[in-house]
């Protein structure tokens, strides 16, 4: 079975500070996605950004951008320029491709973002 | 165009009643997904849908729940009888094909 571990439970930046949100994930599969969803205290859960493992460059979307690392299955977020919108829970995802349909989410227990003004 | 909608947002019942969680998916997904969200757990995938039929049920806890998906723009996650560890909240979610899914607002569940 995938599993998903985000191994930091707690981080707190500065506003405007860089912020990398590590994690790491484990499957014999060679064709998935990993994606980075965030949870503000609202609960909605909010797709950040996608990475397709088959794909060498790194994703990015604006300010969030992605170190994928497939050898040493590791998947980090940064992100840059933080503002305190940016806080909140967030989540690394795994999802198999599994014949061009979709499949469930294999979930880590998330890192909770503080930013500081 | 609407998103994932769920209801209701919040619900608290008493042990041993029964619960039913609604979901409507996006127009034209067609997949669905339900999840279940706890300090103690995390996120879990219950069960998923694809074109209205049960792809993987594995994540459903025990015979208590279960889940249906009568057409393609409606869906219940039905407990029955309800325990207070089932306190939780519960996502629904959809997507097309292979697009990323996305989810309702949740349905937070409360059994006393």
């Known amino acids: 079975a995938q599993t998903v571990t985000q191994s930091q439970p707690e981080m707190s930046v500065q506003e405007a500070e860089t912020v990398t949100l590590s994690c790491t994930y484990d499957?014999?599969?060679?064709?998935?996605?990993l994606f980075w969803y965030k949870q503000p205290p609202s609960r909605q859960m909010i797709l950040v950004i996608r990475?397709?493992?088959?794909?060498?460059q790194n994703a990015t979307e604006n300010r969030f951008s992605v170190n994928f690392q497939k050898a040493a299955k590791s998947f980090s977020l940064k992100i840059s320029d933080s503002q305190l919108g940016d806080t909140a829970m967030y989540f690394c995802?795994?999802?198999?491709?599994?014949?061009?349909?979709?499949?469930?989410?294999?979930f880590g227990k998330g890192t909770h973002l503080i930013i500081q003004p | 165009d609407a998103g994932v909608i769920q209801s209701p947002r919040h619900e608290v019942t008493e042990m041993g009643q029964e619960v039913t969680l609604r979901c409507k998916p996006i127009s034209g997904h067609d997949y669905l997904f339900w999840y279940r969200q706890t300090m103690m757990r995390g996120l879990e995938l219950l069960i998923y849908?694809?074109?209205?039929?049960?792809?993987?049920d594995s994540g459903m806890p025990e015979d208590r729940f279960s889940a249906k998906m009568p057409n393609a723009s409606f869906s219940t996650l039905k407990i029955q009888p309800s325990e207070p560890r089932d306190s939780a909240v519960y996502f629904c979610?959809?997507?097309?094909?292979?697009?990323?899914?996305?989810f309702g607002d949740g349905t937070r569940l409360s059994i006393l």
């Open positions: 499957t014999s599969e060679n064709n998935y996605y």
């Open positions: 849908f694809n074109n209205n039929v049960p792809i993987d």
């Open positions: 995802a795994y999802s198999l491709v599994s014949g061009g349909g979709a499949d469930g989410l294999t």
């Open positions: 979610a959809s997507c097309r094909d292979n697009q990323p899914q996305h």
């Open positions: 990475q397709e493992a088959y794909k060498q």
